[in-house]
């Protein structure tokens, strides 16, 4: 049995304790070692045994999911296994009749969807009449408890591998952000499960840990601010600020499309809260998990994420402050009013209202999980700025229950990364928001808000580099005057035929609200002659509205200008997905 002290929630020490059953003893002692050092495992000399065919499947949008399947792939080769790893992007369901061995890694987004490039793959599985029964799987789900649809895409293959025949050899494993530990116990378990053999050995350290040296996801580069100024005009509604960061001496590069990580630190007013909250000083020392010891306030300002509330933190902190009252809040009968109290409210608001009494500092420690790390689509091409990565930044700051909010990540950046401060990030690369290979090809760019970031760098790197393909830009924000993001920039890239078309949707300038998608629909004629001529289409920002009404516009685009039906014009950009010629970054 996994400690209460373990780094586990109580639902996921549960399974994790039902997969280490299936493990060894040898393994066993190499996992908790591994889990209590958080850090390098043993390297040990590996048995060559013929293991048998295994397929990792992936699923992924921000790259974790296929990180942790390249690294399953080659642990699994040590082990004996030959070993695949494969994009649900690139397959159809049908061919997994021809797997024996599947492992499945895949995330979620949206609200509760599956990430862009398997949506496809995915709504077709769900639809399938396969036989999978020679088929051995396991599912390890990427998510956020801080989504009501906790790893809902990988709860969904789980069911319906089993559904189609399919025998689970492993539970499946649901992994909050910080997913390490339980992945690595997840494919520990597996591989024990589909070759005893072959696993009774340690794995091989992983890269991830054992390169300390280089700057990434365990150790990310503190870069120096070089400029952060706000880009709307004094009158606006909004709150957008165009950030400048050194990445010299960091060795990290990036390309147009790729994001960026940007860890951040909470700040001080809800440390203060929150030590306030449970009726402590913040002076308290506590351990946390590779940090070691750290007085309360500071580990509450670096080291933890004391805002998101969800279903997961409430059950820790229903046993920490022994509340019956939130006990039934989480019973299965009252799931409406668990999601009615959640929506709108903080950690905060939580102990407040659950641990009236206070909390131990190990107790309160004990209830928030790692201060997981914001991405933000990176606005620069190293080309036009060498050692430097610009970011445009929407601050997120509301009023709910009578309390002011504000978003941890983005007002860490307008408000503490001021110039010369040092800002702890590394390059998360996205290879499904790619410049075309070639520069003669059109763009079209539909990128409203702060989805005008990525075509910042996708114009700069193409201007950079004398591309001749045409370059057509849709921009949006509320108001001319105040939020025409970069005007300036885009102005004399028009002037110098960098920008060969600019369409601008100002939603707040008239009575009615204009949008970029009609914008789409006013240019339709020409939006279609240019997908004729070859065109890749981009979108990117707002995922819950926007992203799905310009798919619609694109549609209709397509359909009335394609002379096509309904049916015709869906088929025509599902095959631009295909191409890679329709992508999105949408969020
Ligand atoms: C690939 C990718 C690229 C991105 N690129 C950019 C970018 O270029 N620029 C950019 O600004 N952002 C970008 N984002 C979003 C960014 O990562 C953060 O999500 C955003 O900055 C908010 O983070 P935060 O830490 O400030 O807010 P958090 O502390 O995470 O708080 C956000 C949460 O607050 C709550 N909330 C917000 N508004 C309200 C409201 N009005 N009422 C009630 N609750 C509310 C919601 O629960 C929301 O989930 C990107 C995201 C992804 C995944
Ligand atoms: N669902 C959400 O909670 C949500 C949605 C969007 C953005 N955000 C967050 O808000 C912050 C600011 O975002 P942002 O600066 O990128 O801008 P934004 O809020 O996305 O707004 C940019 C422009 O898009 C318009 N817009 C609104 N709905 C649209 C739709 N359905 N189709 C097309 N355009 C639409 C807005 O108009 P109007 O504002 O006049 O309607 C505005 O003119 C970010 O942190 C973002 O994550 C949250
Ligand atoms: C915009 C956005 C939406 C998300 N929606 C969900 C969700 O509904 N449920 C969930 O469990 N996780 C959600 N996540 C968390 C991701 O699944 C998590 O970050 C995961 O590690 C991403 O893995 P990937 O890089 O392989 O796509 C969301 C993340 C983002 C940025």
Not at 216 to 228: A, L, M, T
Request: hydrophobic letters at 40%.
């Amino acid at each position: 049995m996994l400690p209460d002290s373990s780094p586990f929630s109580p639902d996921q020490r549960k399974t994790l304790d039902s997969l280490l059953v299936g493990l060894d003893a040898l393994q066993r002692g190499w996992l908790s070692g591994y889990l209590a050092a958080g850090s390098a495992a043993p390297a040990a000399a590996l048995a060559a045994v013929s293991a048998g065919k295994l397929t990792v499947l992936y699923g992924t949008e921000s790259g974790n999911s296929e990180e942790l399947a390249d690294r399953a792939m080659k642990d699994a080769k040590k082990r004996g296994f030959k070993a695949v790893m494969k994009n649900m992007a690139d397959l159809t369901p049908k061919d997994l009749e021809k797997e024996e061995n599947l492992l499945v890694i895949v995330s979620t987004w949206g609200d509760g969807e599956a990430p862009e490039t398997a949506i496809s793959f995915h709504k077709q599985f769900m639809e399938a009449d396969l036989k999978l029964d020679g088929l051995k799987f396991s599912v390890c789900g990427l998510g956020d408890t801080s989504y009501e649809k906790f790893c809902e895409i990988g709860k969904q293959f789980d069911t319906q591998l089993e559904k189609l025949g399919g025998k689970r050899i492993v539970d499946r494993v649901d992994c909050d952000v910080d997913y390490e530990d339980l992945y690595a116990v997840w494919f520990a378990s597996a591989m024990t499960a589909l070759a005893p053999a072959a696993t009774a050995v340690a794995p091989v350290a992983d890269p991830v840990f054992a390169v300390a040296s280089e700057y990434g996801k365990k150790n990310p580069f503190p870069s120096e601010v070089y400029d952060n100024v706000l880009l709307n005009g004094e009158g606006s509604a909004k709150e957008t600020i165009h950030v400048e960061l050194s990445l010299a001496g960091s060795g990290l590069h990036y390309e147009p499309g790729d994001a960026l990580a940007v860890q951040p630190t909470n700040c001080a007013a809800m440390v203060k809260d929150i030590v306030n909250a449970a009726k402590l000083t913040g002076t308290e020392e506590i351990v946390v998990k590779d940090a070691g010891k750290k007085l309360l306030a500071d580990a509450l300002r670096e080291d933890f994420d004391i805002t998101a509330l969800s279903k997961a933190v409430l059950k820790k902190l229903a046993v920490a402050a022994g509340s019956t009252t939130l006990e039934a809040l989480l019973s299965d009968d009252a799931k409406e009013e668990l999601k009615d109290y959640i929506e709108g409210r903080e950690i905060v608001d939580a102990l407040l209202d659950f641990a009236p009494n206070g909390l131990s500092a190990d107790a309160l420690a004990g209830i928030f999980r790692k201060l997981p790390i914001r991405l933000y689509s990176i606005a620069s091409s190293l080309l036009a700025h060498p050692d430097e990565v610009h970011l445009t930044v929407a601050a997120v700051r509301y009023e709910t229950n009578g309390r002011v909010r504000k978003g941890v990540c983005s007002t860490y950046l307008t408000d503490m990364a001021k110039a010369g401060a040092n800002v702890p990030v590394f390059v998360q690369p996205n290879k499904n928001f790619r410049l075309p290979a070639d520069g003669n090809t059109p763009i079209i760019m539909v990128g409203p808000g702060t989805g005008v970031a990525p075509f910042r760098a996708f114009v700069e790197h193409r201007a950079a580099v004398g591309s001749t393909g045409k370059n057509w830009l849709f921009f949006g924000d509320q108001r001319y005057t105040y939020d025409f993001l970069y005007q300036l920039e885009w102005q004399d890239f028009l002037k110098n035929g960098n920008l060969t078309k600019l369409d601008l949707a100002f939603s707040r300038d008239q009575p009615e609200k204009v949008y970029v998608q009609d914008k789409m629909l006013e240019n339709g004629g020409e939006l279609f002659a240019w997908l004729e001529e070859g065109a890749h289409f981009y979108v990117c920002g707002d995922a819950s509205r926007m992203a799905a009404d310009v798919h619609e516009a694109l549609i209709s685009v397509v359909k009335n200008y394609g002379a096509k039906t309904r049916e015709e014009a869906e088929e025509y950009i599902e095959n631009l997905k295909k191409t890679k010629r329709y992508q999105r970054d949408v969020y």
